[in-house]
Nanobody, 111 residues
Framework: VHLAESGGGLVQAGGSLRLSCAASGNVHSITAMSWYRQAPGKESELVAAINSDGGTYYSDSVKGRFTISRDTGNHMLYLQMNSLKPEDTAMYYC??????WGQGTQVTVAS
């Protein structure tokens, strides 16, 4: 499975961004998908995940602000990020559960 993220950028605190992840290859093997992030000098953090039944998980740091969704028919994964904070600044990666990761997309939130 090949994953490609897009949608990152520079945004002011309080703003919004929508990240997208396009999956290709053996997409029918995909079950759960997730978004991770990694800030400089910090370990990667699981931000949100969604399973094949639509069940979701959010880290406490983003709960109520971020929404994960997927378009199974078009093999797309999304992360809607609202009320962004400077501490959300990181490289964001989409990942297949136990499988492939994308190259990442940078999100920078200015104070």
């Amino acid at each position: 499975v090949h994953l490609a993220e897009s949608g990152g950028g520079l945004v002011q605190a309080g703003g919004s961004l929508r990240l997208s992840c396009a999956a290709s290859g053996n997409v029918h093997s995909i079950t759960a998908m997730s978004w991770y992030r990694q800030a400089p000098g910090k370990e990667s953090e699981l931000v949100a995940a969604i399973n094949s039944d639509g069940g979701t998980y959010y880290s406490d740091s983003v709960k109520g602000r971020f929404t994960i969704s997927r378009d199974t028919g078009n093999h797309m994964l999304y992360l809607q990020m609202n009320s962004l904070k400077p501490e959300d600044t990181a490289m964001y990666y989409c990942a297949e559960l136990g499988g492939s990761w994308g190259q990442g997309t940078q999100v920078t939130v200015a104070s």
